[in-house]
């Protein structure tokens, strides 16, 4: 690669590596083989537990041995050399494995959460919000993702247009659309522990058009506990709808639950 470097650039033949690689913006081949290993190991960890590569990265257990029997007489086990494979599938923190679930289905025809640019759309959801009835629960939640790599969600319920009740908290090692996912879980969970209230028509209104997408349809494999747990408490419950609202569109409630999800990162980690 170096010799492939210079007539490109072109440079003397006494040019640091260093150089080349900086003004050629190639990286060195290491990195590039180390980026590959990571996504291969990200790759790994999205595997179900029924894949043939995922039963092979699981750690063998440690055999139990009968005192009054000779090592040499009893069965052997298999090496517990770590394996090339499994060596990769360590670069990364364990975290659960997602499950093989069919496709979600609607009975009926479902509308698309966007149906014009986000100016008219902002526009359609005040003259929506103004519509519903007063005892109408509205949960808007957000989540965000600070500078120093800290996922944090934040929801607030609003009835009538008039704030009644709001959360936050922050996540471990997460991404935006994680947090996206929890803040509409723990506020549909609040709006649901509201006593009589929450026997009213509920809607889940989010900026993360994605996240939308997943808690009313078939979830992601990111988060897919997450999507699975609201999913089943929406069905149970009844009359809950969800829908996407244009972020930072000056609507009160998203501006609300985006204050609250960047607030939410000074918080401790909230644990499962």
Known sequence: MNQSMRPILPVWKTTPIAALHRESGIPPVAQLLEARRLRFSARLKSLDEAHPLASRTRPHSQPAYHDLIKRKYQAQTE???????????????????????????????????????????????????????????????DGSLSSEGAASYGFTIHQNNVPIFDGSGRLGPAEVFDAEATGALEGLKAALNLGELATQSIYICLDNLAAATCLRDTPSDSSQDVFLEFQALATSHGPIQVRWVPGHSDIPGNEQADKLAKAASSLPELRA
Do not use: G, N
Not at 97 to 103: D, G, N, S, T, V
């Open 79 to 141: 090496s517990s050399f770590r394996t090339r494979l499994r060596r990769t599938d360590e670069l990364l923190a364990p975290c659960a494995r997602p499950k093989l679930i069919q496709r979600r289905f609607h009975q009926e025809q479902m509308p698309p959460l966007q149906m014009a640019s986000k100016e008219k759309s902002a526009d359609a959801f005040s003259r929506w919000v103004e519509s519903l009835d007063p005892p109408t629960l509205v949960v808007y939640s």
